[in-house]
């Protein structure tokens, strides 16, 4: 008997000691947070809107640059780094596509969303709420737009009848079982919705409450709604979300207007913060700056050289791979302030003279690297506005808008006398002058349905055909591979 | 916390019971010449307690009147046994024995003799690695054991190696070992994160080591869901009771490189780039003749015209990058001790300087071993070992500021300094750096500071009973210092950057075990334990980055203008588990082995943190029967089998976790990611291994060895699986697949001649097989996993050779046509499996020949089958596609007129056009990597003089000792043996020393 008591104590401390195991094995990592907690607090939400801009911002270099090189705006040094050389050369696989970023973002934006909407965040106020959520639908329509510009054409424009669009997700990934193999949407369905969460985040934002253009704004979402509508033909709907934003006047208490001088154009590009222009744009702080992965050490010659002439192989902090082809050059006007100070050469680089470089990316303050990028600007509203008016043949209106730009650049306004299709030519130039290396060149030719002409000394064969398979991006291999329901784009 | 501790604990506590009536049993034990032997232990059959001699043989111990008799036993003599009768005193006389059978070998938390052993296991002694220049024992055993392999990632002074202990389980898991040195639970791998390579286990001195055990098979499952990939059980030395003997050895010699590749002079690098501008501007219509030399950056780069290139100057970067490294090693070692207390102290010194500049190792180091009896129940035991090591690197990529890299790469135009005596920059070639100048003014410094330790107590309750508990710690703390020059290129873009990055990492263990043996009679033996471990351990990291230095004189963080940038982390795993072993012999002949161990660990999903780790032995030994006791041919024979059941949970500590990680920031604000995606089924990637071997010993154990054959099958393989990225992942860690290692070791050692003059020969060589089962759906993982084939295969497009026509590069397509342009996706990929980075077999081979007081020691060591990718050549054979340096077999062979059979293409700068790149990898960058190497040679000699033994002093050694000596291989690079590719990794190098020993 009291040996059974013994046994039956060992059994029983045994059994205790067992379930005290199991939480002498528990370990919480301190580094980061499970996600059933992550998104119950204000400040976890803010920090995972922070890591969408943050994620922009790594992606910077291709969304700004890629869309010039890939059409004619930017050409390679060569002999040099080579590194964008396939972007130059439009080779196979090297379009303007961030598939897994994007759908990385996309998920984000979704658990804000969801988690505004479950009312999940325990210590928010409704108009901080409502916030977040405008906020994350900006940033996704923003994604959806760069996946659907990248990946599809533009409903009715399409070659050979190809209407895919990009698979649209728009709950979150919260664990393995949320995890879908979706087919892709149709390039309508995917514009529809970028539209309804653009409606949606300017009925949700305001101008006032962010404080710094870092952060998306009401006037931001009516900026990227005006280029969509831009890009759809949708004419009649550019206008009035255009002048919206050009009356803003301040976004989230800065000063936000269209310069009407050359001075004022140029020191929009100096600005280290807050550009008069922007509307919205990208932060780079020291800690996060790019460094030789940025679009100063790409574009730029840094430190300058102390004269112009090609004398053995200076020693450079940026690698100066992307310069402006003659072409580009020769468009502008002598006068044109555009050309006199915003771009620098001629300098020279192994061997190779007569280099212009872009200095719209001149490292604020002086700091090498360090990029604030414009993502928006009025001068690009005003010029979708004029393009508009001209298309609807407005012609009074539109002549105002574009020679704004013409003139405070110092050169002459466009004459009265042109004619609709004149003007709508002049304001498509305009636009490419006044728009160059900031990513939009590649998109524009496409969305008018035009070849890609190619800069001199690259393409032995000319221009990129519209019907070309390359103006689509390739789906990353993987996500085919592993998803059947996924179509991967004519050619690849 | 403490108090789930000690719960769990409770588990252990056992109730005693009372003694019987005690006799006093002395007696007296000496060699077989009649000198007592101090230190032989001497144990009463069915008693737990055993008492040593002293140092005139003496001995006496505690039996009781039940005691039939008592058993002598002596490392290096055959165990003895004694009938008691109604005497108190008894005399015996010891055999040297001719085997190492009564060698103990250390397993999971007891130790055994090998002659009862059941598990597949391999031994290295002290005596087999002593005095080996090398930094960390690791690096001794290689080819020492059969299944045991091991590869030096690279050649850096006290640099890591790869062990694999039977193949390689485990495609995302870890597959190295663990070690445990002293019963301290170790990681191996490095720690460091700046600085290219350290070993955590290089804080050891390989001398203080007595003996490394590693268990191969099912043996290892008492360390349940660590073991999957082997245990390696480190023992150190201990003191002897007896007068303190003191030892003091010191060594000292040099390293140089082993192998320098040929490469082009500047008229041959010269003649090479120009007919590769040349042929460029030939394609596109040109006239080669005149547009190749006037194209500006050429005349701007070289200067010459093709009559000068004669005259160019050879600048042999490859020379200025190595050098004679010195090294010194200086070791003090004391032991001894009285019937009480036992010591082993030691102190050494080691300082390494690599053959490549600016390199260098520094240790210094103490241990501490105390084993004392407080009284006849109660005995403590600790070990200390406390180092401080310092290593200087140089960067190992291949980037302008890899040194092995850029000795290769730069071209030999390139002077090294300019006419003013300064290092000349820009570099030409596409590095830019002088590395000469970026391995002078930079700073790569580690300083690593170690604390091993344990602290234990084995109490017995009753005879045959004991409880041992014991406190483990493994402490690490590591600065590095990295600083990037403001006179270099990369330092001038930001007037300087200093990185300081602190790594520490607290790794406590505890066992508790309770022990019990008793024999019933001559019969049964049975022998158990049962057990409970926990081990916790803590890893933080520290970092802060400054620029902005007033000059190169300024080089830590409090001189920066900018604090650029600081980072931080933590994190942390919790093991616990409980186990339990049962032994049973049966009249001496068979052996029955059981281990049950349940393990919990915090890396699992939560539905499954806890797992059963069972196996099961059998041993016959054969010669033990009546039919083969009297045979004398034959002195062992014992035919093994086992099964049994290892995790592994080598993975991330929160993989099993949802998690979102601080990570991207904004505008100076914080920033959170999701950073995975969970599983709360995650759980041990399960190894099932079935062993069965032979141990054998003949002709008075001058022919002995062992056979194992063992298949290794893993399933619910911690994979990474694939998602589609739309949602916002790339890949979940889940349960999936199966793969299996099967292989043969053989083992055998031989004395071929003895007396005077002695030659013995150890043998050991494994043949390894693998493929991988299932990959959970996908018949296919990346480019190196395909169901139904070896792990860790080589896809790419073979390589044809060159178009005898055209001098183009060819490969094969997929129908085995050549082509330019070999696809690499479709239907048509051109891709095949060419061959698999893991050996085939690998083996080594020592011949000791001894000669009165010399000795003589050649050991060879190689492995077989195994294909890798010549990284640096890849950068060297682009046949002008770059203007780096080219090999000189790139040059010769080069197609030069059609109708040229070689299989170097034609020079051309850049990509011929529709062409496949020969700056892309394919078929023609991989090379057999097998190697034989004789791997150290070393020459002894005892010096037998009268003037030391008159000074008290024992007979010194003096030895020389060379390593690395040389190889027979078909790889064309530095080193074939290092671990996926020696892309700017630093070779490992010839060492040549010479050392003396004294004891006294």
Redesign the interface.
């Known amino acids: 008997m009291k040996s059974i008591t013994?046994y039956l104590s060992?059994a029983v401390?045994?059994g205790?000691?067992l379930g005290?195991?199991?939480?002498?094995?528990?370990?919480e990592?301190?580094?980061?947070?499970?996600?059933n907690i992550?998104l119950t607090k204000s400040s976890?939400v803010?920090?995972?809107v922070?890591?969408?801009?943050?994620?922009y911002?790594g992606i910077v270099t291709s969304n700004v640059l890629w869309p010039e090189l890939l059409a004619d705006n930017l050409i390679n040094t060569i002999?040099n780094n080579n590194t964008y050389r396939n972007q130059e050369l439009n080779n196979q696989g090297f379009g303007t596509g961030n598939?897994?970023t994007n759908?990385?973002i996309?998920?984000?934006t979704?658990?804000i969303i969801d988690a505004v909407d479950q009312g999940a965040i325990t210590d928010v106020t409704e108009a901080r709420a409502k916030l977040y959520k405008g906020e994350a639908l900006f940033l996704r329509a923003w994604s959806y737009f760069s996946l659907i510009t990248s990946y599809s054409y533009q409903p009715g424009k399409e070659v050979s009848g190809w209407t895919e669009g990009v698979?649209l997700?728009l709950t979150?990934?919260?664990?393995?079982v949320?995890?879908?193999?979706?087919t892709r949407n149709t390039n309508a369905e995917v514009y529809a919705q970028i539209k309804s969460d653009l409606t949606e985040a300017i009925a949700l934002l305001d101008n006032t409450s962010r404080g710094?253009k870092?952060?998306v704004s009401k006037a931001a979402a009516q900026a990227l709604l005006s280029r969509v509508h831009l890009y759809l033909d949708e004419w009649n709907e550019v206008i009035p979300v255009s002048t919206e934003v050009l009356n803003t006047g301040t976004i989230n208490g800065k000063l936000t207007r269209v310069e009407t001088t050359g001075t004022g154009l140029v020191q929009h590009w100096r600005t280290f913060k807050d550009k008069s222009e922007s509307i919205f744009e990208l932060?780079f702080?020291?800690?996060?700056n790019l460094?030789?992965g940025s679009l100063q050490a790409w574009t730029t010659i840094f430190p300058k050289p102390v004269n112009a002439t090609?004398t053995?192989?200076p020693?450079r902090?940026s690698f100066a791979d992307l310069h402006i082809p003659t072409s580009l050059l020769n468009l502008y006007d002598a006068t044109d302030i555009r050309l006199t100070t915003l771009v620098e050469g001629p300098y020279c680089k192994?061997?190779?003279?007569n280099l212009y470089f872009t200095n719209k990316y001149s490292g604020t303050g002086g700091t090498?690297?360090l990029d604030n990028v414009t993502i928006l600007r009025t001068s690009e509203i005003l010029l979708n506005r004029a393009e508009a008016y001209a298309r609807t043949n407005q012609l009074t209106e539109a002549l105002a808008d574009v020679n704004v730009i013409r003139v405070r650049a110092g050169s002459p306004a466009i004459d009265a006398t042109v004619t609709q299709t004149q003007l709508i030519e002049a304001i498509l130039l305009e636009r490419r002058l006044e728009l160059a290396f900031e990513g939009h060149r590649w998109f524009d030719l496409i969305r008018l349905k035009q070849d890609i002409p190619k800069a001199e000394g690259s393409l032995a064969s000319g221009s990129l055909l519209y019907t070309d398979y390359r103006l689509l991006s390739a789906i990353?291999?993987?996500?085919i591979?592993?998803?059947d329901n996924?179509k991967q784009n004519p050619g690849y | 916390?403490r108090?789930?501790?000690s719960?769990?604990?409770?588990?252990l506590?056992f109730?005693g019971y009372a003694v019987a009536q005690s006799r006093v049993i002395a007696g007296k034990v000496t060699d077989d010449k009649g000198a007592p032997l101090q230190g032989a232990t001497v144990s009463v059959k069915g008693k737990r307690a055993s008492a040593f001699t002293n140092k005139d043989g003496n001995f006496s111990i505690l039996g009781d009147a039940n005691s039939e008799s008592i058993t002598i036993t002596y490392t290096g003599y055959e165990e003895q046994t004694i009938r008691l009768d109604t005497r108190s005193y008894y005399e015996t006389k010891l055999v040297a024995s001719a085997s190492d059978l009564d060698e103990v070998v250390v397993t999971g938390y007891s130790v055994q003799k090998k002659r009862e052993i059941t598990g597949a296991t391999s031994s290295v002694r002290a005596k087999e690695i002593e005095h080996m220049p090398v930094q960390s024992f690791d690096k001794a055993i290689q080819g020492r054991m059969a299944g045991v392999q091991v590869q030096n990632n690279n050649g850096t002074p006290g640099g890591g190696v790869t062990i694999r202990i039977r193949g390689t389980g485990s495609i995302n898991a870890d597959n190295s070992p663990l070690y445990i040195v002293d019963g301290v639970q170790m990681t191996g791998g490095t720690l460091t994160r700046s600085i290219p390579t350290s070993n955590t286990l290089a804080g050891l001195n390989p001398n203080d080591i007595e003996s490394i055990d590693v268990l191969k098979d099912a043996s290892a499952a008492i360390y349940g869901a660590q073991a999957a990939n082997g245990v390696v059980i480190i023992t150190t030395k201990k003191g002897k009771s007896g007068k303190t003997k003191f030892g003091l050895n010191y060594q000292a010699g040099y390293t140089e490189r082993i192998r320098k590749v040929p490469m082009t002079e500047s008229p041959e690098f010269l003649q090479l780039v120009y007919e590769a501008r040349a042929n460029n501007v030939l394609n596109a219509g040109g006239d080669p003749a005149t547009a190749a030399l006037t194209?500006?950056?050429f005349?701007?780069?070289y200067n010459l015209t093709p009559d000068k290139f004669g005259e160019a100057v050879t600048y042999d970067w490859q020379d200025a990058v190595v050098r004679r490294g010195y090294n010194h090693n200086a070791e003090l070692t004391a032991s001894g001790g009285n019937e009480q207390t036992t010591f082993y102290m030691s102190a050494s010194y080691n300082k390494f300087d690599g053959q490549i500049i600016a390199s260098d190792f520094e240790r210094g180091q103490f241990r501490i071993n105390i084993d004392h009896k407080a009284n006849s129940r109660l005995k403590f035991d600790a070990r200390i070992n406390l180092s401080t090591t310092t290593q200087n690197a140089v960067q190992s990529s291949n980037s302008s500021g890899g040194v092995v890299f850029s000795g290769i790469f730069v071209p030999p135009v390139q002077p090294f300094y300019n006419a003013d005596g300064d290092y000349a920059?820009?570099v030409?070639g596409g590095r830019?750096s002088n590395v000469l100048k970026v391995a002078a003014y930079d700073i790569n410094k580690g300083t690593s500071n170690q604390l091993i330790g344990s602290l234990g107590g084995t109490y017995t309750i009753i005879p045959n009973l004991t409880f041992r508990s014991v406190y483990n710690l493994d402490y690490t703390d590591i600065l590095e210092s990295r600083y990037v020059d403001p006179r270099t290129?990369a330092g001038?873009?930001?007037a300087g950057q200093a990185n300081a990055l602190n790594t520490r990492q607290v790794n406590w263990s505890t066992d508790q075990v309770v022990n019990y043996s008793k024999q019933f009679n001559d019969d049964h033996n049975f022998s158990g334990l049962v057990g409970f471990t926990?081990r916790n351990v803590v890893s933080t990291t520290f970092d802060a980055q400054g620029r902005g230095f007033p000059n190169e004189l300024f080089t830590t963080l409090q001189s920066a203008a900018?604090p650029?940038?600081v980072n931080?982390?933590?994190?942390?795993?919790?093991?616990?588990g409980y186990f339990t072993k049962l032994n049973y012999t049966f009249r001496d002949r068979y052996i029955l082995n059981g281990t049950l161990r349940y393990d919990?660990?915090?890396r699992f999903g939560k539905n499954e943190?806890?797992g059963w780790f069972p196996s099961l032995a059998f041993a016959w030994k054969v010669n033990q029967e009546n039919f083969l006791k009297n045979i004398d041919v034959v002195n062992d024979l014992k035919f093994r089998v086992s099964y049994g059941v290892t995790g592994n949970g080598g993975i991330d500590?929160?993989a099993s976790?949802?998690?979102?990680?601080?990570?991207?920031?904004?505008?100076?604000?914080?920033?959170?990611?999701?950073?995975g995606?969970?599983?709360d089924n995650l759980k041990w990637e399960e190894n099932k291994t079935f062993n069965v071997g032979l141990d054998f010993a003949i002709l008075k154990n001058r022919i002995s060895g062992a056979v194992d054959v063992f298949r290794r099958n893993t399933t619910n393989l911690l994979l990474s699986r694939?998602?589609?990225?739309?949602?916002?992942?790339?890949s979940?860690m889940q349960n999936i697949g199966k793969l299996k290692n099967e292989g043969v070791e053989l083992q055998i050692s031989t004395i071929n001649i003895d007396g005077k003059f002695r030659w013995s020969t150890d043998f050991n060589f494994t043949w390894l097989r693998s493929e991988v089962l299932d990959l959970g759906g996908?018949d296919r993982l990346g480019t190196n996993y395909f169901v139904g084939q070896p792990m860790q295969v080589i896809f790419q497009a073979d390589y044809a050779g060159v178009n005898p026509a055209t001098g183009r590069a060819f490969w094969y397509d997929a129908n085995g046509n050549p082509t330019y342009q070999p696809l690499t996706?479709g239907d048509q990929d051109a891709r095949k499996i060419i061959g698999t980075a893991l050996p085939k077999s690998y083996g080594g081979f020592t011949n000791t020949f001894s000669y009165k007081n010399l000795e003589l020691m050649v050991f060879f060591q190689g492995q077989f089958g195994n294909m890798v990718i010549n990284n640096n050549a890849f950068f060297l054979e682009t046949q002008g596609a770059f203007e780096a340096n080219h090999t000189l077999r790139a040059y010769e062979r080069r197609w030069q007129k059609p109708g040229d059979v070689t299989d170097m293409p034609r020079p051309y700068a850049g990509t011929e056009p529709r062409h496949r790149g020969l700056n892309q990898f394919t078929g023609r960058n991989y090379e057999d990597a097998s190697y034989i190497r004789l791997k150290q040679v070393s020459l002894g000699y005892t010096v037998q003089s009268g003037f030391f033994s008159r000074a008290g002093i024992g007979a010194p050694k003096v030895y020389l000792q060379a390593t690395n000596i040389f190889t027979i291989t078909g790889y064309t690079g530095y080193d074939p043996e290092l671990v996926g590719s020696d892309l700017g990794a630093f070779p490992q190098g010839r060492t040549l020393t010479a050392g003396v020993s004294f004891n006294f």
């Not at chain 1, 702080?285 to 996060?288: G, M």
């Not at chain 2, 719960?7 to 588990?11: E, H, I, R, V």
């Not at chain 2, 931080?568 to 616990?576: I, N, P």
């Open positions: 013994k060992v401390i045994g205790l000691s005290a195991c199991n939480k002498a094995i528990q370990t990592p301190v580094q980061s947070i499970d996600a992550a976890g803010n920090s995972l922070n890591s969408v801009y943050a994620a911002r002999n598939w897994t759908y990385s996309i998920n984000r979704n658990l698979p997700i979150p990934t919260k664990s393995v949320d995890v879908s193999y979706p710094e870092s952060y932060t702080t020291t800690a996060e460094g030789t090609c053995g192989n020693t902090a192994l061997g190779q003279n090498f690297g990353p291999t993987a996500d591979d592993i998803n996924l | 916390m108090k789930m501790l719960l769990c604990m409770a588990l506590f109730v194209n500006s950056s005349q701007g780069l920059e820009p030409i830019t290129i001038s873009a930001f926990y900018t650029f940038a931080s982390s933590e994190t942390s795993f919790r093991l616990a919990g660990s915090s943190k806890f500590n929160f976790r949802t998690l979102f990680t601080g990570t991207g920031s904004y505008n100076g604000i914080g920033g959170v990611t999701p950073s995606l969970g599983d694939q998602l589609p990225t739309t949602s916002g992942f790339a979940i996908p996706s």
